[in-house]
């Protein structure tokens, strides 16, 4: 049963820590994307790849960063310079590079200052 | 700067009758849109989708409606059941793709 695996769930941030999201897709698809989702708002885009060794910055990338070794893994760390990490975060892929796709989703991870 | 907008947080309707949500957007380069809808605790999945040369696409109880001139769109749910609520989220797409805030619908039996 194909999809987007996101871990964990949960995750609690101390002051000063970096912290790694975790984003598996087991769909074969060519392009993966992170989205912020504030209470209120609309998804924003973090960071999204469209291949393998290749990244791309959105519209709000400050303070994350990300990595795509593999074509099914595109982890995200939000790093201590990411002021207000607080959110709901959301990963998502699609088959191909080719604009104009639904996106699949996963379930997502809340991160939350401790 | 938000591109695509959602202006009624949620809407309650009884099961059975129409559910209406309504998505207006600013770009005028924007040439696909799409619906999608969030159960609690989940992500969201991809419910319906319309090209900008089309102004209606149905599928199922779902239909999409695209007025391009007043740059607004438009979920039709009809008959609306229990089982349809959930959070609601439009999304146009020209290139980058932008998503509306939500709209929370509740189906009542």
């Known amino acids: 049963d194909g999809g987007i695996t996101q871990s964990p769930k949960y995750l609690f941030r101390k002051e000063g820590q970096n912290v790694t999201l975790s984003c598996e897709q087991n769909l074969n698809h060519d392009a993966m994307y992170w989205y912020r989702q504030d209470p209120g708002q609309g998804l924003r885009l973090i960071y999204y790849s469209q291949i393998v060794n290749d990244f791309q910055k959105g519209d709000i990338a400050e303070g994350y960063s990300v990595s795509r070794e593999k074509k099914e893994s595109f982890p995200l760390t939000v790093t201590s310079a990411q002021k207000n990490p607080t959110a709901f975060y959301l990963c998502?892929?699609?088959?191909?590079?080719?604009?104009?796709?639904?996106?699949?989703f996963g379930d997502g991870t809340r991160l939350s200052i401790l | 700067d938000q591109q695509v907008k959602q202006n009624s947080p949620s809407l309650s309707v009884q099961e059975g009758r129409i559910s209406i949500l309504n998505c207006d957007y600013t770009?005028?380069?924007?040439?696909?849109f799409l619906w999608y809808k969030k159960y609690p605790a989940e992500g969201p999945t991809f419910l319906i989708s319309?090209?900008?040369?089309?102004d209606k696409n149905e599928d199922g109880r779902f239909t999409v409606f695209l007025n391009k001139s007043a740059k607004h769109l438009s979920l039709h749910i009809v008959p609306s059941q229990p089982g349809d609520s959930a959070v609601y989220f439009c999304a146009a797409s020209g290139g980058d793709m932008r998503f509306g805030a939500g709209t929370r619908l509740t189906v009542k039996p």
């Open positions: 319309i090209s900008s040369i089309k």
């Open positions: 770009n005028s380069m924007f040439d696909y």
């Open positions: 998502a892929s699609t088959p191909t590079r080719r604009r104009n796709q639904p996106q699949h």
